[in-house]
């Protein structure tokens, strides 16, 4: 069974209809907004370009000129669809948003490209959102049985339904009664026509900053955004916390019941960009540290370091410089293609493995290589580098994985696959060695990534960060997997190839 159909028979069994089958799940994206700027589309679109990394395959931009919302969505890269001085005329306005979206593993549907926009009872609003719900599918039901009618399958037309039906008295407030109502990680731009506004999940496990851009306050995901467009770093916006963004400046709300923040580690390990400072912590040091752990924990006799580009590069500076061996770039990237994940099956993805990295003979021929990535999910794009690798001549090939071996799903926001296709979940150390073929394979363990964050040790009771993909500690309670375990109790003849499988 391929990924996509996992994902639609996975939406089939919480009973959306055959249409809305595809692309359930919103998974890794990156949102940026602007307020009082005479080129907000303009500025926004920089900021996404600055976030691709973040999701490649649809972008789209609501600005607000003051009589009017102007939204465009569109398949395709940020370069390809909002360059050029165009945009600004295109989406005219002093206020944007805009978001950019990741591949997930089934097929898309324009409809369901952000920003999403509604005209409600309090006015325009168009909202952007990354991360995922954990109870999309029981509120979705929800509205559906009391008479909503969704265009798209987006979780963020549940946040637009929620504001639609709210009956506080003004767009805040219902924006903040939506958000007592969802669970999961969210980071969320919105934009009416007099304000933006931002919001952080109450565990902070998405990322979203503030910045200054001569006096006109942004929102983005990442620094390495704010970087783009010139505006200074202000702050993090706070675990729980919303922020309104209006001509009278920046208010602060803090809606919910105070919580310890449990950010997502796997923004460190792999999603976002080195040069970001996500939640204080620089990401190229806590990589580098990452790398110089795991030179301690599994360090080996070898002559030379060769990153898997580009997501291993950092870790494997680390790893080199912890153990005196000579950094050396012995497999090079085609940056003409995607991220390998962007591939919706299997048979593309792994031919998409043997386009995107070539060896470099004059590094690897005769050497001992020790071979670094970020982390290992399938083990897709391992087993074809090792191969390489070896055929360019090395002479033995020594695996690591920055992060710990990735044991559990992921419901917040990171595109990875059912527990069934997660390699270490399914095989031991020594089996995966053989299936992947290298002479040693070693994985950081979960208190050297705790040490690399520089954070304490791991608290067992509640941990600094979210880790729930090494150890199955999930930071909050998980709406749609139980509605899940129920309908498989309900029907035992259809389920497991029906249902997720955590
Ligand atoms: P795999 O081939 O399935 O083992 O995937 C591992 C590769 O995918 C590594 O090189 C990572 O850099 C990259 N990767 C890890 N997590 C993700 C993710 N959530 N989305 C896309 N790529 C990822």
Not at 162 to 188: C, H, T, W
Not at 190 to 195: G, H, R, S, W, Y
Request: charged share 25%; glycine share 10%; with cysteine.
């Amino acid at each position: 069974m391929t990924l996509a159909s996992s994902h639609s028979e996975r939406v089939e069994a919480h009973g959306l209809s055959g249409s809305d089958r595809d692309d359930a799940l919103r998974l890794e994206c990156g949102v940026f907004g602007v307020w009082g700027h005479p080129q907000a589309a303009g500025v926004v679109a920089l900021g996404l370009h600055m976030l691709q990394h973040r999701g490649q395959e649809a972008c789209g931009i609501a600005a607000y000129d003051g009589t009017k919302f102007h939204t465009e969505r569109h398949m395709g890269h940020v370069g390809e669809v909002f360059s050029g001085p165009d945009v600004v005329r295109r989406l005219p306005g002093f206020g944007a948003i805009g978001h950019t979206r990741y591949s997930t593993s089934g097929g898309s549907f324009l409809r369901n490209i952000q920003p999403m926009f509604a005209d409600l009872e309090t006015g325009g609003i168009a909202i952007g959102h990354n991360g995922n719900l954990t109870n999309f599918l029981y509120l979705r039901r929800r509205l559906v049985a009391e008479g909503a009618i969704f265009q798209s399958t987006s979780d963020s037309e549940v946040i637009l339904h929620l504001i639609a039906r709210s009956r506080k008295p003004n767009a805040v407030d219902r924006f903040v009664d939506a958000l007592a109502q969802i669970e999961g990680g969210y980071a969320l731009v919105a934009l009416t026509n007099d304000m933006l506004i931002g919001a952080r999940d109450p565990l902070g496990i998405r990322p979203l900053v503030i910045g200054d851009l001569d006096g006109r306050l942004v929102l983005a995901s990442e620094t390495c955004a704010l970087e783009g467009v010139g505006a200074r770093f202000v702050r993090d916006v706070e675990h729980g916390e919303v922020v309104v963004i209006s001509d009278k400046g920046l208010t602060s709300l803090r809606p919910f019941p105070a919580a310890k923040a449990r950010p997502c580690l796997f923004e460190y390990v792999y999603f976002a960009r080195p040069d970001s400072v996500v939640n204080g912590r620089s990401v190229y040091g806590v990589r580098k540290r990452m790398g110089a752990r795991l030179a301690a924990e599994t360090g080996v006799d070898a002559d030379v370091v060769v990153p898997v580009p580009d997501s291993g590069v950092p870790a494997a500076i680390g790893f080199a410089q912890a153990s005196g061996l000579p950094y050396e770039l012995g497999i090079i990237r085609s940056h003409y293609m995607g991220r390998t994940f962007i591939q919706p099956t299997q048979g593309v993805r792994e031919l998409g493995v043997r386009m995107k990295h070539s060896p470099n003979r004059e590094v690897l021929e005769g050497k001992r290589v020790i071979l670094i990535d970020d982390s290992i999910v399938r083990g897709t794009t391992s087993v074809k580098i090792v191969r390489m690798v070896r055929e360019a001549g090395a002479k033995e090939v020594h695996l690591r994985s920055a992060s710990p071996p990735i044991l559990w799903p992921d419901f917040y926001g990171i595109d990875m696959p059912d527990r069934q296709h997660l390699l270490a979940a399914n095989k031991s150390l020594e089996e995966m060695r053989r299936m992947l073929e290298c002479d040693t394979l070693g994985f950081l363990s979960v208190d050297g990534l705790y040490e690399a964050m520089e954070a304490g040790p791991r608290d067992p009771d509640c941990p600094q960060f979210t880790d729930h993909y090494f150890t199955g500690d999930y930071p909050t309670r998980l709406v749609d997997q139980d509605l899940a375990a129920n309908a498989e109790a309900d029907q035992p003849d259809r389920q497991l190839s029906l249902l997720v499988s955590a």
